[in-house]
């Protein structure tokens, strides 16, 4: 029981779109004393509701998850408190993911291959008002560069990563328009503007770029 100069654990909103998931990590992160999980999201709209209404301390988010990612729930968040800290939890071991991750706001990365030592440690740092990245993807990413590997989606703005993600699923401009909050002309624009910076000419070439760089195992849709 906590007395009066006992510190608040700090208030977690967790945004996984698996609920066993959420479920194992919020008992890990609530037996550690310092968190406590205030609320959950499934995904990113609900996600950004659910900051406005409770304005946790900390933001734990995956990437992919259905319609928007997290890189979107990300932004909305920072458009409405700029301070807010925000971790990136996510299965993607890939300088790409954590880099788009970091552009778009996020404190740190951590992946789900680590242990929860990681976990526990990173949200401490981000709390102490550190950056942090887990070492599996601080290797990768020392990996990327001593190689020279310099990948082309870090030519892409976070909102591009974010619609290229969407297309890499099949949804179609009209779905993801719909997911990231935009006109159908904008996605259409944005689309362009991926296959000019990537140097693609097609949807095809586009998806096998992506897969390529680990962004997912299905072909794109042709342009129409």
């Not at 909103?13 to 609920?19: K, P, Q, R, S, V």
């Not at 458009?79 to 807010?84: D, F, G, H, N, T």
């Not at 890939?94 to 990173?122: C, E, I, Q």
């Not at 709390?127 to 990413?141: E, F, K, T, W, Y």
Request: proline share 6%; aromatic share 4%.
């Amino acid at each position: 029981m906590s007395g009066p100069g006992t510190p608040q654990p700090w208030r977690v909103l967790l945004a996984d779109d698996h609920a066993v998931v959420r479920a194992g990590y919020r008992h890990l992160l609530e037996r550690h004393g310092k968190v406590s999980v205030v609320a959950e999201a499934d995904h990113a709209d609900e996600a950004y509701r659910l900051y406005r209404e409770h304005r946790p301390d900390l933001f734990i988010t995956d990437i992919t998850m259905p319609g928007a990612s997290g890189l979107d729930a990300i932004r909305r968040v920072l458009l409405i408190e700029p301070s807010a800290r925000v971790l990136v939890f996510s299965m993607h071991v890939s300088p790409d993911f954590a880099l788009a991750a970091l552009r778009s706001g996020a404190w740190g990365y951590v992946t789900k291959n680590s242990t929860p030592d990681v976990l526990l440690r990173a949200i401490g740092d981000v709390m102490g008002g550190r950056q942090v990245l887990s070492p599996d993807i601080a290797q990768a990413l020392a990996l990327a560069s001593v190689c020279g590997g310099r990948s082309p989606l870090e030519e892409l703005t976070p909102r591009e990563f974010d619609v290229l993600l969407l297309m890499v699923d099949l949804h179609s401009v009209e779905r993801i328009a719909q997911a990231l909050h935009l006109s159908t002309k904008t996605v259409q624009n944005l689309h362009y503007q991926i296959k000019r910076k990537l140097q693609v000419s097609n949807d095809i070439e586009l998806a096998q770029l992506a897969m390529s760089c680990g962004l997912g195992n299905a072909p794109a849709r042709p342009s129409p």
